[in-house]
């Protein structure tokens, strides 16, 4: 089992920056890979970035690529995503996930959640 706990949400106007941080629960933090996901209210969730257990490998929606970074820190079981340059439409509950397969955006396939962190961008 991995827990994972999300934190850094908030609101902030348009244009803002936001760093949401997750911290997992297991040791073995850096052989998963890391996502993060979002859902706004009356939508499916959708993907946003995943990193792979080195930091090598790095993929992103179209929607946020060059807005976001995501990144990690093994040594300190917590992975990050950098938010800049917001939008109103960003606005939604951020989750983090964890999966033992391949970086991927299918979010069927991590098999950990966190609770989520709200992030509301003002316009």
């Known amino acids: 089992q991995v827990q994972l706990v999300e934190s850094g949400g908030g609101l902030v106007q348009a244009g803002g920056s936001l760093r949401l941080s997750c911290a997992a629960s297991k040791r073995t933090f850096s052989s998963y890979v890391m996502g993060w996901f979002r859902q706004a209210p009356g939508k499916e969730r959708e993907f946003v970035a995943a990193?792979?257990?080195?930091?090598?490998?790095?993929r992103y929606a179209d929607s946020v690529k060059g807005r976001f970074t995501i990144s990690r820190d093994n040594a300190k079981n917590t992975v990050y995503l950098q938010m800049n340059s917001l939008k109103p439409e960003d606005t939604a509950v951020y989750y983090c996930?964890?999966?033992?397969?391949?970086?991927?955006?299918?979010?069927?396939?991590?098999?950990?959640w966190g609770q989520g962190t709200q992030v509301t961008v003002s316009s």
């Open positions: 996930a964890a999966t033992q397969y391949g970086i991927s955006s299918d979010g069927s396939r991590y098999a950990y």
């Open positions: 990193i792979s257990w080195s930091g090598k490998s790095i």
